[in-house]
């Protein structure tokens, strides 16, 4: 059960690339993921930590 709403994910952005961002839940524990630059950043307790050096490539394939 994803923990963020929608309007919160609206007003927030990636911090790297300015795009949307949508939730992910992977084994349990959330994550907010930008497809525009395929990162995830952490979610604890419900709070998004949105600080680019945070960022966690989801995809390395494509680097
Ligand atoms: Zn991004």
Do not use: F, I, N, Y
């Not at 919160?8 to 949307?20: E, N, Q, S, W, Y």
Request: glycine share 10%.
């Amino acid at each position: 059960m994803p923990v963020l709403d929608s309007g919160l994910l609206a007003v927030l952005g990636c911090p790297r690339c300015k795009g949307c961002l949508s939730v992910h839940v992977e084994r349990g524990l959330e994550t907010l993921r930008c497809a525009s630059c395929r990162c995830d950043w952490p979610v604890e307790d419900g709070v998004p930590h949105l600080l680019p050096e945070l960022g966690r490539r989801w995809d390395s394939t494509s680097e």
